[in-house]
């Protein structure tokens, strides 16, 4: 596929009108500040981006905050809903539909325009962007990224039903925007938690090596994909299940099993950490349109000779016992009173350790990515694309045409490489039988493995 994509089309889409609302972000929203989060839907018919664009401009009427702007006042971050807009490119190139979703991942794919989070912080940067790329064989992809600042998945979904709700001429969706997030939770969340903040400040050697091996990444790390498929899932799901004695989700064999396999293949037998974000509005008996990060996290320790069933089953009882046991939101509010909102932005969060391969599993499937419709079409392939290439960081979504599971991971160069080649490939399918069905992706995805 060309790596060029040619630029056809290009304009700023916006609401048509500015509320003026200016939304205070909360401690979660401003410790995400430097990063843009970016996916893509694949679909294998042409779309008419002056649908798009139009439907676009609907939604963001309905979701504001992702056609304005930040900035920070008296050191808090701010949303100001100003409808500055969010940019909208069509580009062409000269590959296929399975050429472009096979390098959805790879950097410099140009199937997005990534939103610039430091420049975005301070107001001199769009919060979403979107481009529209068409194949020479009709398909187009949809590439778009936003700041993490204003919404994590569930936020980015919400927008995406309103979107294809406005596209499609169906009734919109309800969102709802936070004035400010931390008073929200503050009014919300138990008087006591688990009493861990999700953040610390590291110190100023640490610092420096956590910046090195930021820009050291793109060179020092590779991104793999691998599909799972349904029977195999369900099988590993019957052992797990059967050897913890309980009843376990795809998500966590699945969470075990990736890590256990890695663990193995890089010859790591340490104990070490792993981390789980959660969406915290379930739990927390908040509406599921609410827009911002309201997210916490399961920490727990891996340790390899347990076995990969002793792991799914902790996780299992941490998602269980989550409100107790890991919900760390108000310990959260409580650390940022102690340390001051002017050292927040030399905290990291706890799950971001590579020194200590601290491992971040990140379940991004039921969320409806391959309900959305567009012009009638639902998306034949959704993946994240080409984010920050920090080692130890993996994504789950389902699979190709939502079958089966499709894991992106990124880790250092030398142990992607093993787990590309035959070892690697048969210790990750090591459940799947030779009676089952291949992914229907590995006839059109021949580098997902």
């Known amino acids: 596929m060309s790596i060029w994509p040619r630029?056809?089309?290009s304009r700023t889409v916006r609401a048509g009108h500015a509320t003026g609302r200016v939304l205070r972000c909360g401690l979660m929203?401003?410790?995400l500040a430097d990063l843009a989060v970016s996916v893509v839907l694949c679909f294998e018919q042409p779309l008419d981006d002056d649908r798009l664009a139009t439907g676009l401009a609907r939604a963001l009427g309905r979701v504001p905050v992702f056609a304005g702007r930040l900035r920070t006042v008296d050191g808090a971050l701010e949303a100001v809903c100003d409808d500055s807009g969010v940019p909208f490119e069509v580009?062409?190139?000269?590959?296929?539909?399975?050429?472009?979703?096979?390098?959805?991942?790879?950097?410099?794919?140009?199937?997005?325009?990534?939103?610039?989070?430091?420049?975005?912080?301070t107001g001199g940067a769009p919060l979403l962007t979107v481009r529209v790329t068409r194949t020479a064989d009709g398909g187009t992809v949809l590439g778009c990224s936003w700041h993490h600042a204003i919404g994590d998945l569930h936020s980015f979904m919400l927008l995406l039903r309103i979107w294809s709700a406005a596209v499609e001429g169906d009734p919109l969706p309800a969102a709802e925007l936070v004035a400010d997030q931390d008073a929200l939770l503050a009014q919300v969340l138990p008087a006591e938690d688990c009493g861990r903040p999700g953040f610390r400040v590291p110190s100023p050697e640490e610092a420096e090596l956590l910046a090195r091996t930021v820009a050291a990444g793109p060179l020092a790390n590779r991104t793999v994909q691998i599909a799972f498929t349904d029977e195999e899932v369900a099988r590993i799901r019957g052992q797990f299940g059967a050897t913890a004695g309980r009843r376990l989700s795809s998500g966590d064999v699945l969470c075990a099993h990736l890590l256990t396999t890695l663990r193995e293949l890089d010859g790591d037998d340490a104990e070490r950490m792993l981390t789980v974000p959660v969406n915290a509005r379930h739990w927390l008996g908040l509406s599921p349109a609410l827009v911002g990060n309201l997210l916490s996290e399961i920490h727990l320790p891996h340790r390899p000779q347990d076995g990969p069933a002793a792991l799914a089953g902790a996780l299992r009882a941490a998602v269980e016992e989550f409100p107790t046991a890991h919900l760390n939101l108000r310990a959260n509010l409580g650390f940022l009173a102690a340390i001051g909102r002017s050292r927040l932005r030399a905290c990291v969060p706890l799950g971001f350790d590579p020194a200590a391969r601290r491992f971040s599993f990140s379940n991004w499937s039921r969320f409806g990515a391959y309900r959305v419709r567009f012009q009638g079409q639902h998306p034949v392939f959704f993946s994240p694309a080409a984010n920050y290439p920090l080692p130890w960081v993996s994504w789950t979504v389902e699979g190709f045409r939502g079958e089966g599971y499709l894991t992106t991971v990124v880790l250092p160069a030398r142990l992607a490489a093993r787990v590309r080649g035959a070892d690697g490939r048969a210790a990750l399918h090591r459940y799947r039988s030779a009676a089952d069905e291949p992914p229907t992706s590995s006839a059109v995805l021949p580098k997902v493995l």
């Open 91 to 121: 580009h062409a190139v000269d590959g296929t539909l399975a050429e472009a979703m096979g390098r959805v991942a790879a950097p410099g794919s140009e199937l997005v325009d990534p939103v610039d989070a430091p420049a975005a912080r």
């Open 29 to 31: 929203d401003t410790m």
């Open 7 to 9: 630029l056809q089309r």
